[in-house]
Every structure is written in C-alpha cells, then in structure tokens.
C-alpha cells in the first residue's frame, strides 16, 4: 500500500507508521507460506501481536516475551493477529484520508480569501480615482452601517443615537446624537440625562461651524465660526465677547445688549483704544494711541450747568479742566 501526500508533519508519521505495518503483515504472510510452524508447548509474542511457536528451550527474540500453550483455555474468538494488523492499517488510512480532505478545505478557503482581498483593493482603487494622493489613506476594507441605529449599554441606556434628523434641542432618552436638525445641518449634540443640551459641535444653520456649550439656563459660551466670534453668556443675553474685526482683534463687555467697555485698535490703527459707555450706551471716556505718536483721551463731562461737554488731553488738544 503506497500513500503520496504533501501533509506535513502528521501525515509523514501516518505514512511511516502504514509503511511499518505493511511490511509487518507481508512478513508474517510470506513466513506462514513459506514454513508453517508446527504446534509447540510454548508461544514467543512481541507488543504488536507477532507470535510464533519455539521448542522448549529455544530463545525467544529482542523484546519478545514468551508463555506457555494450553490449548483448552485459548479463546476461540481472539482476534488474529495478522487482523488485528490490517484493521490498524485501515484505521491509519482513513485518517490520511481525513487529511487530504481537510487540506483541500483549507486550501480553497485561502483561495477565496485571496479572491475577496483583490476585490477589495480593486474597488478601494476606483474610490480613490480622481482624488489627490494621501500616504494616511487607508487601504483596509470599509465597513458601512445603515443609520438609524443605536449604541446601546448593557442596562440598555441609550449612548449614541444617529439618524439622518434629531432633535437639537432634546436627545430624547440618548446620551449622544449625530444627526442633522430641521434645517439639515450635522452636529454631534451631548445631553444631560438624555435629554438637556448641554454642549454641541457642528454646522450652524448659517452653514459655518459652531460649538456650543450650556447649562440648565441656556448657552453658557459659544464659538461661532461666521462671525469669528467667542461669546460668554449671562441668561439669555452676551457677558462677554471676542470678535475678530475688520482693524483685528475686539473685546467688549455688555450690560444687557448694550456694550458698555470696548477694547480694540484705535480708528486710525495706530495702536489701541479702550472706550466706555453708559449703559443708555452714550460713550463717556475715551482713551487711546494717537497719529502723532503719543497719546489722547477724551471725557465726555457734564458742566455745572448740566451741558455736556467734551474735554480732551493730549498734545495740541484744551486740559481737560477746560470748560467748568
């Protein structure tokens, strides 16, 4: 019996352990043709089965062992050793057998992962096409999910809720939502208890970016990407705010919606200007860099008559004592 296979290690050790037993079986067969042993008192026997009969006296071989013949206690229905000796080899082949099969499961499994790995990189070539180069750009696979869905936790909180509209204002029994609002603008949104916004960033409804962040009470600061502005808030009404201008940088603070201080570059640019208001929002002081190179400010007073008149400082402007 031949077996060619390419099995590896395991399959060797079977072909060897066939290959033995074969030669084991044509020996005892050629030996039984060939000289028949007579009945003898006593019996030679090695692990595997072999047996032949020897005189008294006569030794038995390496590793053999050696016991005496009773006739009348053999069983008749022992096993034969040559049988018992095919019925290994045919254990033997069928699990080379069972190799082969599982090779050749193995193998077609590799050839249709190779298959769907060039289809993969073939399409993730064609989404690339007409795309600048980018040496980050992934070239795994891409997994898709179909929204609506929902992240939930093992109690079955809601965590994360995307859909194609959410509520902006309450995330309706979700923790997170990632979805557009009424005015279809994209924003991942944070909520209090699943419901109380309380910060916010994405696409504002004017389409630039906006982050937002509240308490109970409403926006507590906001980043506003269309006006270039950081705003801090008191109720429902700015605290505070930084703007970049058209002459740079502008910080203001508000009474209401009035700004009552002002903080930014001076009308001619040359430095900076500071300016105070009433909360009517008629501007009373105002200081600040000069075109001359030095500095002015102005005070709106009010004379002891109750006219209002300005006084000024600076170089070639009245004292600011004039006018009493």
Do not use: W
């Amino acid at each position: 019996m031949k077996h060619v296979l390419m099995l590896g290690t395991a399959g060797a050790v079977l072909v060897c352990a066939i290959g033995a037993l074969d030669s084991r079986l044509s020996d005892a067969a050629a030996a039984n043709a060939s000289d028949p042993p007579p009945p003898a008192p006593e019996v030679c026997y090695d692990d595997i089965g072999n047996t032949h009969f020897v005189r008294a006296g006569q030794a038995c071989g390496p590793g053999e062992k050696r016991t005496k013949l009773i006739p009348q206690l053999l069983d008749p229905d022992a096993e034969d050793p040559q049988a018992k000796l095919q019925k290994q080899v045919d254990q033997l082949s069928n699990k080379i057998a069972q190799l082969e099969a599982d090779q050749e499961k193995t193998a077609s499994r590799d050839k249709d992962k190779d298959k769907d790995s060039d289809k993969d990189q073939a399409n993730d070539e064609d989404q690339g096409k007409g795309k600048s180069n980018d040496k980050g750009t992934s070239k795994g696979r891409v997994s898709r999910v179909s929204a609506p869905f929902e992240v939930v936790a093992p109690d079955g909180t809601v965590i994360l809720r995307v859909a194609a509209q959410v509520s902006s204002t309450d995330g309706q029994g979700a923790k997170v939502t990632i979805g557009g609002g009424k005015s279809g603008n994209y924003a991942l949104r944070v909520f209090s208890g699943g419901n109380e916004f309380v910060a916010g960033v994405g696409q504002a409804v004017d389409g630039g970016g906006l982050v937002v962040v509240s308490d109970s009470q409403g926006p507590v600061a906001t980043m506003n990407a269309t006006n270039r502005a950081v705003s801090v808030f008191k109720g429902d009404k700015a605290a505070a705010s930084i703007v970049a201008g058209d002459r740079g940088g502008e910080v203001s603070v508000y009474n209401g919606p009035i700004a009552v201080v002002h903080m930014g570059m001076s009308s001619a640019g040359d430095g900076g200007n500071i300016t105070t208001a009433l909360n009517s929002g008629f501007g009373v002081f105002s200081a600040g860099a000069a075109q001359d190179g030095g500095g002015e400010a102005c005070v709106n007073r009010v004379t002891q008559a109750g006219t209002r008149r300005p006084a000024c400082v600076g170089l070639g402007l009245p004292s600011a004592g004039m006018g009493k």
